[in-house]
């Protein structure tokens, strides 16, 4: 029980960690989104290899080099995450800060989506009626926006394209992170000195608080990952879906609280709409996990026969 309960504080802290990056994000202007990223890539290497110093962890390095798949997998990880980040850190620094928490409210239906296209999976009565309120919750949002929520849908589908490609590829959190900020490295290093050499740079050029921040920014992406890897390991998988709302709720107070975003009658219909599937999409996630959990009591050693 201590243990369930230490997995699902560092769980809260990690999910409580992401849901307030929107109050970070906008005490490094007058940094660009894009220096902003390339800083978070840079930084958040310099972060998780300390971390490895610490533990002492270094033997899987020769493990992964012979194992050119996975190393493809998390290249394209690389690639795929930073598309997140950069349109996370631009939603929020351009005042979309809403539009943001709808992606991440989203992206467990997308998941279930990807699931169904790509791995042929079946869904469950109620998991389609989830995702038809969420493809409805969408098209109201269009409406009520006048285009389609593009920030959302690009953080909602790039998050899960990232969990596929994480999944396929089976690497520890710290590990992972260090080869994908590692693959990520020579072109943010390279942006970078092209900031400085056309005198466009703001490290160094706004004060030693604002530097600070900008190497803060590899700290806080470090963090949370680590809280959550060492969660995932010591709490169910159904509590880790309950949760992962956390962070879009405290992104989406933080927009609305904080921000002060205009959020007219109907965006909150939309995203009334949204939380209404995700009532559904957790109710059914419980109720399938209560009725397998009578099978693996009745069957001990199931986890030991392959």
């Not at 994480?166 to 490295?185: D, I």
């Not at 921040?213 to 990952?225: D, E, K, S």
């Not at 010591?234 to 962070?247: D, E, N």
Request: hydrophobic share 55%; with cysteine.
């Amino acid at each position: 029980m201590p243990d369930l309960r230490r997995g699902v504080l560092l769980g809260a802290a990690a999910y409580a960690m992401w849901g307030l990056f929107p109050l970070y994000w906008p005490l490094l202007k007058p940094s660009g989104a894009v220096e902003i990223l390339a800083h978070r890539m840079v930084w958040s290497l310099v972060a998780v290899v300390a971390v490895l110093v610490v533990r002492r962890h270094w033997s899987w390095i020769r493990e992964l080099v012979r194992q050119p798949r996975k190393l493809g997998l998390l290249t394209l990880a690389a690639v795929v995450i930073t598309l997140n980040w950069g349109t996370y850190i631009y939603a929020v620094n351009s005042g979309h800060v809403v539009e943001s928490a709808l992606g991440y409210f989203i992206n467990p239906l997308v998941s279930v989506l990807f699931g169904v296209v790509l791995l042929k999976e079946r869904l469950r009565p109620l998991q389609w009626t989830a995702v038809g309120f969420g493809a409805l919750a969408v098209l109201v949002l269009t409406v009520n926006y006048g285009r389609p929520p593009y920030m959302a849908l690009v953080l909602a589908v790039s998050f899960a394209v990232y969990g596929l490609v994480k999944k396929q590829a089976n690497v520890g959190a710290a590990e992972s992170l260090t080869v994908e900020t590692l693959v990520l490295l020579v072109p943010a290093l390279a942006y970078l000195v092209f900031l400085q050499q056309q005198g466009q740079a703001t490290f160094g050029t706004e004060g030693a608080g604002h530097a600070a921040l900008l190497v803060g920014a590899g700290v806080i992406t470090a963090l949370p990952l680590l809280a959550f890897s060492a969660s995932a390991i010591r709490v169910p998988l159904s509590t880790i879906g309950l949760l992962q709302y956390i962070a879009p709720v405290l992104q989406f107070l933080c927009g609305v609280l904080i921000a002060k975003e205009t959020m007219p009658p109907s965006r909150w219909i939309g995203f009334a709409i949204v939380w209404v599937a995700l009532v559904i999409f957790t109710y059914d996630s419980l109720r399938a996990a209560r009725a397998r959990r009578p099978k693996r009591s009745a069957r001990p050693l199931d986890h030991v026969v392959t």
